[in-house]
C-alpha cells in the first residue's frame, strides 16, 4: 500500500549521512527531522536562517518565537546557530549544503521540477526552492506519485512553471524511490505491498523496471 506520510519521511531521512547539512523544504520534508538516525551527527538548515533544527516540539517545548521557514515551531539541537536569511542564502547559494529534501507538484525525467505554483491559484511566494535547486548537487524530492484525482505526477514534460532545470536526480514517491538517468525514470524500489504493474501505471514518463525492485526497508 502508499506510504503515510511520515512513512515518506523515515525513507528519506535514511538518505542522510553523517556530518551532512541538510535543507528540509516545506510539507513531507520537514517531518524528517524527527526520524534521523540515532547516533548520526546531521545539522538541518533552514532558509530563514537556523542550522541545526531538531525534531517538532513537544507542546511543553514549543517557542512561537523558533520557526522554520514554513512557519512551523521547531526545536534546536546543540550547537546550533541562527544568524541572517541572507547568511542563509549565501550558504545555500555557495553550495554548501549536502542534501537538499524539497516537495513538487511534478517532476519529469528530464530532471525538471516544478513546486512552487499552480497558474490560477494564490500562491505564497516562490521561497528558496529556486536557490536551492540551482546551489545544491544532492536533490531529492518527496511527493505523491499521483494527483488526488489520479493522474501522474511523473511526468515526460512537466506542464506547469519550472522552479528548476536538470537539477533532479532522485524522487521517492509514496509508491517508489526512483533515480533519474539519461532521460528515463529507473525503478530503485518500491513501497511493501505496491507492484510493479501499479507504479507502471501511473508514472507518465518513461520508465525502467530492473530485474530485481526490493521493497523499501522502514
Do not use: W
Amino acid at each position: 500500500m502508499a506510504l503515510t506520510r511520515e512513512q515518506l519521511a523515515q525513507r528519506v531521512a535514511q538518505e542522510f549521512k553523517d556530518g551532512y547539512y541538510v535543507n528540509l523544504g516545506i510539507g513531507i520534508p520537514t517531518l524528517a527531522a524527527n526520524y534521523i538516525p540515532e547516533g548520526m551527527q546531521v545539522m538541518l538548515q533552514s532558509e530563514n536562517g537556523l542550522l541545526g533544527m531538531g525534531p517538532f516540539p513537544l507542546e511543553e517545548e514549543v517557542d512561537a518565537d523558533l520557526i522554520n521557514a514554513g512557519k512551523q515551531t521547531v526545536t534546536m539541537v546543540k550547537g546550533a546557530s541562527i544568524f541572517s536569511s541572507a547568511d542563509s542564502f549565501a550558504m545555500i547559494r555557495g553550495g554548501h549544503v549536502d542534501l537538499t529534501v524539497l516537495g513538487a507538484f511534478e517532476v519529469d525525467c528530464q530532471g525538471n521540477i516544478a513546486s512552487y505554483m499552480i497558474p490560477g491559484k494564490l500562491i505564497k511566494g516562490m521561497g528558496g526552492a529556486m536557490d536551492l535547486v540551482a546551489g545544491a548537487d544532492n536533490i531529492i524530492v518527496t511527493m505523491t506519485h499521483a494527483s488526488k484525482h489520479g493522474e501522474s505526477k511523473l511526468l515526460t514534460e512537466c506542464t506547469l512553471p519550472l522552479t528548476g532545470k536538470a537539477c533532479i536526480k532522485r524522487v521517492l514517491t509514496d509508491l517508489a524511490l526512483l533515480d533519474i538517468e539519461g532521460g528515463k525514470f529507473i525503478l530503485r524500489e518500491r513501497a511493501p505491498g505496491v507492484s510493479l504493474e501499479e507504479i507502471a501505471a501511473l508514472t507518465a514518463g518513461e520508465l525502467i523496471i530492473p530485474d530485481d525492485v526490493p521493497e523499501m526497508q522502514l
